[in-house]
């Protein structure tokens, strides 16, 4: 079967490619849990979205989610940090913990959930302000005054996203003169300014051109040494090439989730498999 | 086999000539308006710029009568001078100017703004940003588009009813609050009766509606993604709104604003309801320089409780009169009018254009 065999492909490049970065790391095998969701229905008004979601996601970890349009798997990912709450008439049942805390109790503020669980959006969102203004709004909003402190902050988190030699003299122009790629990137600054555990992805390179995707997936192999990250992607390349884990849903159903290297190369369920060699969706 | 086929359609022509038909008239509905205003804006400039030639009659009884000929020795070139700008009106044509109803139309356009803006944009941010869907939020939509459309005169009853006697609850003679500011004290008569307060309320209620919808579209016109991107970074709604919704929609709003301004400062019909004066030698709080203000600040205070007359009101007096001198005069204050009009909608296209220039998704 070749579409298997060029994830194997995919699969042992990648590992070459880990063991050269883990080589400079300190090994830890052990998973520890960072997010845990347990028996997640979720409606839209009448219209249920999500039926019995269970799964884990380990820290500093890349977690994929795939599936075809519409499988619930962007909900899902909107779920881990409250963003449905904007949206009237949803509704949801059953339990997500963060480090043990329930998200969902009365007494969360959604405000201090979302400093710890950023989030990245498919379309880059620059606010019209400065490149400075973009990355030090998290901070500022949240009451750091210091400018020097400020200046920090959002010096370490272009260096973190992969921005800071691109942008380092022209701070003060206008976010929007950047180019796609790099304004995802700021995007990603931004959401790390705020110092979050954990970033949540929806599809953050599918307007991209392919040398800027692939400057993303780079990046986001960095962050996961610091950061918990869940991604949503339609493209399974993309979940083979960059995540640990992998999660594939489909009409509103979780139907496996395993380490990612076996569930592109041995499914277990025959659904996966027909999705993922392009049988459907 | 011949595929070209024949290039040559007569019933083409036909089509082609209704097109043209239908240029042509459009071309006349656009060249009907500029045109009637245009000769409208040069009969009124060209009365403006000269007294009327008088007849035999008048001349002579001029050459017979000392005061008269005192009156022609006054007689500045043309209506629309600097000193129709600086004197008050008079008995006198040749003396009248618009001093006071230039005054008391700026101080109804600062009162005007200051009550208008706050209220109108909280509004507008209220039903957008914070007011769910359903059926509360539609009536009120509803009412807002009505309430635009609603005569001004209806304005002008309302705020004699509200301002100028507020119910007359306060009795025949009324009450007068007084406030020590320690600098000076600050004295309000209650009711307003006819004062500048009393007609920029009634102006403020008029423009609301206007400015509320025209707000609401500016604010809708910001990008949804935004605020996600907002929220996502933990800030509050306040601080979303705060630090990115009404900067992106400000110049919609400014524009708006402005636009609602021009309108209340040409209003004529509220305020004669209002009982604004139409003939005044003051100015309001007795301000009728920048220097003054210096000599006498406690005027400030005292000018939004005072009488005023303003540019329109001003006009319609003139125009109502009997000497055709007085014709000329309120074509002088007409082109004063314009011009302050202009201004403004100028600067509205200026703010438009500057910001939308930046801020572009």
């Known amino acids: ?281 | 086999m011949n595929v070209s086929g024949n290039l040559r359609e007569p019933a083409l022509a036909k089509r082609h000539r209704i097109g043209q038909l239908f240029e042509w008239a459009c071309c006349g509905s656009t060249w009907f308006g500029m045109v009637v205003l245009s000769l409208l804006l040069l009969s009124i400039g060209w009365k403006a710029m000269a007294w009327p030639i008088p007849d035999a009659d008048a001349v002579d009884r001029a050459a017979a009568t000392k005061t008269d000929a005192k009156a022609n020795a006054l007689l500045s070139p043309r209506p629309l001078s600097t000193r129709f700008l600086t004197s008050y009106d008079s008995r006198v044509p040749q003396k009248a100017g618009i001093k006071a109803a230039l005054w008391g139309s700026l101080w109804l356009l600062v009162f005007v703004t200051i009550t208008t803006v706050p209220v109108g944009v909280g509004a507008a941010v209220y039903l957008e940003e914070y007011s769910n869907e359903g059926r509360w939020k539609r009536i009120i939509q509803v009412n807002l588009s009505n309430l635009a459309g609603v005569p001004s005169i209806v304005y002008g009853i309302l705020g004699l009813t509200v301002f100028v006697r507020m119910f007359g609850l306060f009795g025949h003679d009324g009450k007068v609050l007084d406030f020590n500011l320690g600098f000076a004290m600050l004295s309000i008569p209650l009711p307003f009766e006819r004062s500048v307060i009393s007609g920029a309320l009634t102006l403020s209620l008029l423009v609301l509606p206007t400015v509320i919808v025209a707000a609401q579209e500016a604010l809708r016109a910001v990008p949804s993604s935004i605020r996600t991107a907002s929220y996502a970074l933990g800030a509050t709604q306040w601080q979303t709104i705060r630090h990115q919704v009404l900067p992106a929609a400000m110049p919609g709003i400014m524009t708006g604003v402005i636009l609602s301004l021009s309108r209340a400062m040409g209003e004529t019909a509220p305020l004669i309801m209002i009982g604004a004066l139409t003939y005044l030698a003051k100015c309001p709080g007795k301000i009728d320089s920048l220097s003054a203000v210096w000599q006498h600040p406690t005027g400030l205070l005292e000018a939004p409780f005072d009488v005023f007359t303003s540019l329109p009101i001003q006009i319609f007096n003139w125009v109502s009169r009997a000497q055709p001198e007085y014709d000329h005069l309120a074509a002088a204050g007409i082109m004063v009018l314009l011009v302050v009009l202009m201004m403004m909608n100028t600067a509205a296209i200026l703010i438009r254009n500057r910001f939308q220039r930046r801020t572009q998704w």
């Open chain 1, 1 to 281: 079967m070749t579409i298997m065999q060029s994830f194997s492909e995919l699969m042992h490049q990648r590992q070459q490619r880990e063991t050269v970065k883990r080589s400079r790391l300190v090994e830890t095998e052990t998973e520890v849990s960072k997010l845990d969701v347990n028996n997640l229905n979720f409606f839209y008004g009448e219209k249920q979205a999500l039926f019995d979601v269970s799964m884990t996601v380990p820290e500093r970890s890349v977690t994929a989610f795939i599936g075809p349009s519409g499988c619930g798997k962007s909900t899902f990912l909107r779920t881990l940090n409250r963003m449905n709450d904007i949206i009237e008439g949803t509704r949801l049942t059953g339990k997500v913990t963060l480090e043990g805390q329930d998200i969902y109790a009365s007494e969360v503020d959604v405000v201090a959930l979302r400093k710890r669980v950023g989030m990245v959006f498919q379309k880059s969102t620059p606010f019209p302000k400065s490149i400075f203004d973009n990355v030090a709004y998290g901070p500022k909003i949240a009451g750091q005054r210091n400018q020097k402190e400020l200046q920090g902050i959002v010096e370490q988190s272009l260096k973190r996203a992969a921005l800071w030699d691109e942008v380092k003299d022209r701070m003060q122009d206008s976010a929007l003169a950047l180019s796609g790629g790099q304004q995802q990137r700021l995007c990603i600054a931004r959401a790390l300014a705020t110092n979050p555990d954990v970033l949540l992805m929806d599809e953050p390179a599918s307007a991209l051109d392919p040398a800027s995707t692939a400057r993303i997936e780079d990046l986001i192999f960095e962050l996961k040494q610091n950061y918990t990250i869940v991604i949503v992607t339609h493209n399974m390349q993309q979940a083979a090439r960059i995540s640990d884990w992998t999660a594939f849903f489909f009409q509103g159903y979780l139907i496996e989730k395993d380490r990612t290297q076996k569930l592109f190369t041995t499914p277990k369920k025959k659904q996966t498999e027909d999705y993922i060699t392009g049988r459907f969706g």
